[in-house]
């Protein structure tokens, strides 16, 4: 049975005490991590957030503290009060390592139950069942770590912001559904039965009025929800760094971006990063890496050999050129000898990206070259083809022919695959940032037959390619640009549009007539008409953010309390059934084929 304190107070934290503190009288409360009787001495770990302690109970110490403690077991809450002493055998693997403490008493707070995960680091435990008992799996010192990393990168993110001018403001949650993007969660109204307010995707539209109201410049960390299928590392709900400025240009935003980027990873990993950190426009990032996050830790660019090829009666080659694709390459390098089985697999990868096959060039030395379209070429036209590949004696050269979008999708899907395979990654502890800028305004929507915003609708375009929203909207570029560390996206932004005319010409670009963009957004269109500012600004993903800070590869691992691959919580068990007299209430009827057996 659980004892009251009564008074005692807390003195030191379990990772506190040191040798300076030795002689001291100290009071720590904890969980006990494992308990050892030694016969005549019981010795408990003792662990609170801050670390271990090592609690040694005696009869010589104090006789009733010692039977108390042999009825101590794991994960029971205890408090103990003693002297502080030197340990006779150190544990140089324990900041305390080199102290004990003497338990002259003990209170048993609470009691536990024995606990169905192992309350240890690394664990290896299902997870659904971790998350089912989430509260025992933060007890966990590697998940402790995580999310004091997390509260500390928040702490430099405030800190920094209020330096430099920002204001922290709320926007609200229970907004109007703008269904452009992701799909949105509905929240009923009681008060206006049949009406529906959405939870924010991102604060977007309420930032830009905070701009219009001339607060300059705002942040939040703030929570956003999409209801989406959870692909790796994506959350129903996830948290923002949302920053937005007035009277500024792209660099104006990147430099203060980069500035920010510099003291959160020096602050927390202590690492330098140089700025200014590299930039790249899109098309080329598209073109080399076949991605617009690429990941720079290694080369492997993708090579364009259409005019090595352009001769070819290769018919997979020629049909590709001549429906107005092209046909490119990546190089393994000292790949030459690779076994057929695994060149085969490369193959079938790059089918799950669109790609219908994939042509392989064995470079073994300069009088043999393996290759099954070696037949379609000619001597000179092969070595042509290694050449612009810019291949060696020793590589592999993997080529893929088909549309554009195609070829560099599976191409850069392909690039990273054998990086992972080739172990080239491995101890590579680099940090590479670049920022992807002059992104397309829109990307074509097969399903919905029209272009789409690649952003959202208030993205700026570029200045100089205003004209083409009318007569070329493909190729117009927006004033966007999205930071990107090690082939993962940290945040991304834009320069808004702020002027009515332009949003009308974007709104119009996108299919959108004037009544249904206005009942869409009419409240910003609105606060338009009253002198808005030029703005613009960005916003980073807090998770994935924390995830490169802690060095942890699943998002889960940074959010106190995630839902599964399911966006349910096996924990809470949510979501589940409510009441029918709140569906009642709010007027709402569950169709019989929707109910859960």
């Known amino acids: 049975m659980g004892e009251a304190l009564k008074g005692l107070k807390r003195t030191m934290m379990c990772g506190e005490p040191r040798e300076s503190h030795v002689g001291q009288k100290i009071t720590v409360m904890g969980w006990a991590q494992r308990k050892r009787n030694l016969g005549g001495l019981v010795f408990i770990d003792l662990r609170d957030r801050t670390g271990l302690l090592q609690v040694v109970f005696g009869e010589a110490i104090n006789k009733e503290a010692f039977e108390k403690s042999d009825l101590v077991k794991p994960e029971f809450c205890i408090a103990v009060t003693g002297e502080l002493v030197m340990r006779e055998a150190a544990n140089d693997h324990l900041p305390t390592g080199k102290v004990e403490l003497k338990g002259a008493e003990i209170k048993i707070l609470s009691e536990s139950e024995t606990p169905p995960i192992y309350i240890k680091e690394n664990l290896d435990a299902a997870e659904n069942v971790r998350l089912k008992y989430r509260y025992l799996d933060l007890r966990r010192p590697d998940m402790q770590k995580i999310l004091m990393i ?31 993007g992701a799909r949105d969660y509905l929240v009923p109204s009681r008060n206006f039965p049949g009406k529906f307010y959405a939870l924010p995707q991102s604060p977007q539209i309420f930032k830009q009025l905070l701009m219009v109201s001339g607060y300059d410049r705002y942040f939040q960390i703030v929570k956003c929800f999409r209801d989406e299928d959870l692909r790796a590392n994506r959350q129903p ?76 009666e290769f018919a997979v080659f020629k049909g590709a050129l001549e429906n107005g694709g092209s046909v490119r390459c990546v190089v393994a390098e000292n790949c030459a000898s690779m076994g057929r089985k695994q060149v085969d697999k490369l193959g079938e990868f790059v089918k799950t990206y669109k790609a219908k096959g994939l042509a392989w060039i064995a470079y073994k030395s300069e009088e043999e070259i393996k290759s099954p379209i070696a037949k379609f070429f000619s001597e000179e036209q092969l070595k042509s083809l290694i050449e612009a590949a810019g291949a060696k004696v020793g590589d592999l050269i993997l080529i893929v022919a088909d549309k554009d979008e195609v070829v560099l999708q599976s191409l850069g899907a392909l690039r990273l695959e054998l990086a992972k395979q080739l172990e080239i990654l491995k101890d590579n502890n680099n940090y590479e940032f670049v920022w992807i800028t002059d992104f397309p305004l829109f990307e074509y929507d097969e399903e919905e037959n029209r272009y789409v915003a690649k952003h959202h609708p208030f993205t700026s375009p570029k200045d100089e390619d205003l004209e083409l929203l009318e007569t070329a909207p493909e190729k117009a570029r927006a004033k966007a640009y999205d930071i990107v560390l090690n082939g993962e996206e940290l945040g991304g932004g834009s320069i808004r549009i702020h002027d009515s005319e332009t949003q009308e010409r974007m709104f119009k670009a996108l299919g959108f007539t ?31 953010l924390v995830m490169f800070l802690a060095g942890t590869d699943n998002i889960k691992d940074v959010i106190a309390f995630p839902k599964n691959q399911n966006a349910y919580c096996p924990m809470s068990e949510a979501p589940n059934v409510v009441d029918l007299k709140q569906l009642n209430e709010l007027g709402i009827a569950i169709k019989e084929d929707q109910k859960e057996e």
């Not at 500390?152 to 109007?176: Q, S, Y």
């Not at 009544?515 to 609105?526: C, D, H, I, K, Y």
């Open 150 to 180: 997390r509260h500390k990168t928040t702490k430099i993110v405030r800190d920094f912001l209020d330096e430099n001018g920002f204001l922290e403001m709320e926007t609200p949650m229970l907004t109007k559904s703008t269904p452009e």
């Open 237 to 312: 709900e996830f948290t923002q760094i949302d920053c937005e400025m007035s009277f500024v240009e792209e660099d104006d935003i990147i430099a203060i971006n980069e500035r920010l980027i510099q003291r959160i990873f020096k602050e927390v990993k202590g690492v330098d990063v140089s700025l200014p950190i590299r930039r790249m426009p899109y098309s080329e990032a598209m073109d080399k890496y076949g991605s617009d996050k690429p990941d720079l830790r290694f080369g492997m660019e993708i090579k364009n050999i259409s005019e090595a090829v352009a001769d070819t």
């Open 514 to 544: 004037q009544e249904s963009a206005w009942e869409r957004f009419g409240f910003l269109l609105q606060a338009f008409k009253y002198g808005p500012p030029p703005h613009g600004g960005i916003a980073y993903g807090l998770d994935r």
